[in-house]
């Protein structure tokens, strides 16, 4: 066994023990963090000065693994910590020792000032300027879809601060305080109702030389890697559903999504898992978080190298497609009942159902599920009787397969009118 396997061993039975001496589920994430920040199991690979441990990538997912075991948050935040991560590669010694730790204590809210009315796609195109004014800078123009722009304490802005370079090399980056004068953000209301982005005016509002990130005019280096560990992130983490209220997600686990349902388990709860096409459907899911998962790991390697990969924008587009390919197959597994919400009312506890179905069979061994993936026991005998005998109103059989299973008739068989 070489050295490197011995200390990952001991790590992970360090960290096992650790977790189970500290870790209960449902502790309070504000008392938990840091604890987590401390042992230097937040940012691992990071260096020990910085609250980290100074291990390779390959010794410090362990920790995660660790931490997914149990659902404990906190860690691999050297890998998902937009802000901390951007902040310790580029910031000052005074800008770091000032926010490191709390960015990892999840204690300063953050927004991202990038887009502008007239710089989306073109973002070196950008307008808002920034004029040096002794040890400040003076900022003003506008910025647009920002998420949690008003409740964010920081934001992460890009300005530019030479007119006379070419676009790209005119930028700078700045770590920009948002609650002070000049600084007015207002809400884009959505079709639904929501305000989920925000309008932000900024007009004479100040941000200190030592909140510049790396140089002066060259912002547009650190603005890449900001986007590769945005786009990093986003590849490998799925977003789920949008939350309301506070911004403990303690209950997410700490990698993977909401979302990131497991559909074979699922199948096997509503005793789906011997059909032939919920099989297939669930496999090519599988296939795509594979892949893209493999992409990730591979963009992570070029982004510790230092350069940033293409592969990360192809992980985001990738990740929406799986999003969406998953539901479909949560809903062709469930049902009807995927259409339900909140806490399901128990049916009656003896089903009646045709002699001719397996159902109490089915019934009896598919175990319990809560929330809209549980339904009463009636429900799911009248599914299995329905897919056993579906007919339609006129008597003849219901072709239960999707469209995309159909064969098309030959063109050289079908008839023109």
């Known amino acids: 066994m070489s050295d490197g396997a011995v200390n990952a061993d001991a790590l992970r039975h360090e960290v096992r023990s650790w977790l189970d001496e500290h870790w209960t589920p449902g502790r309070d ?3 938990w963090l840091p604890l987590v920040v401390d042992a230097g199991y937040a940012v691992p690979t990071w260096p020990e000065s910085w609250c980290g ?12 693994e660790e931490f997914r075991r149990v659902g404990a948050p906190g860690s691999g935040q050297d890998v998902h910590n937009l802000w901390a991560n951007t902040l310790l590669t580029y910031g000052t010694e005074t800008l770091k020792r ?13 927004c991202l000032l990038y887009s502008e009315p007239g710089a989306g796609s073109d973002l070196a ?3 808002t300027r920034a004029e040096r004014d002794g040890d400040e800078f003076v900022i003003t123009g506008q910025k647009v879809w920002t998420s949690s722009a008003h409740t964010a304490q920081y934001g992460m802005l890009v300005a530019r601060t030479n007119w006379d370079a ?3 090399r005119g930028i700078s980056f700045f770590f920009f305080p948002m609650r002070q004068p000049g600084v007015e953000v207002r809400p884009i209301k959505q079709i639904t109702g929501e305000s989920h982005f925000n309008e932000v005016f900024i007009d004479g509002a100040r941000v200190s030389a030592a909140n510049l990130l790396g140089q002066l005019d060259d912002g547009w280096r650190v603005l890449q890697t900001a986007l590769a560990y945005e786009r990093s992130v986003m590849g490998d983490v799925a977003r789920g559903p949008r939350r309301t209220g506070g911004g403990d997600h303690s209950d997410l686990p700490q990698t993977g999504s909401a979302t990131d349902v497991d559909l074979g388990a699922l199948a096997r709860a509503v005793g789906r898992n011997d059909d032939p096409l919920v099989r297939q459907r669930i496999a090519h899911v599988h296939t795509l978080r594979t892949v893209n998962r493999w992409n990730a790991l591979r963009a992570k390697a070029q982004l510790e190298q230092g350069t940033s990969s293409p592969i990360l924008s192809l992980g985001k587009l990738a990740m929406s497609q799986i ?10 597994i469930l049902g009807a009942e995927a259409m339900l919400a909140g806490e399901a009312t128990r049916g009656p506890t003896t089903p009646t159902s045709s002699p001719s179905t397996p159902t109490s069979r ?8 809560s929330s809209a993936t549980s339904s009463a026991s009636a429900c799911s005998a009248c599914r299995a009787s329905r897919r056993s005998t579906a007919t339609s109103r006129s008597g003849r059989p219901i072709d239960r397969r ?11 068989t079908s008839h023109r009118r």
């Open 29 to 31: 994430r504000r008392d």
């Open 53 to 64: 441990r100074g291990l390779d990538a390959d010794t410090a997912a362990v920790i995660a």
């Open 98 to 110: 000032q926010l490191v730790r709390p960015l990892l204590l999840d204690q300063v809210p953050m």
């Open 125 to 127: 195109g950008l307008q």
């Open 166 to 168: 070419p676009k790209h």
């Open 323 to 332: 999003l969406h390919t998953g539901a479909g197959v949560q809903g062709e």
């Open 362 to 369: 089915r019934s009896a061994a598919a175990p319990t599920r």
């Open 402 to 412: 999707s469209p995309a299973d159909v064969r098309r008739p030959d063109a050289s």
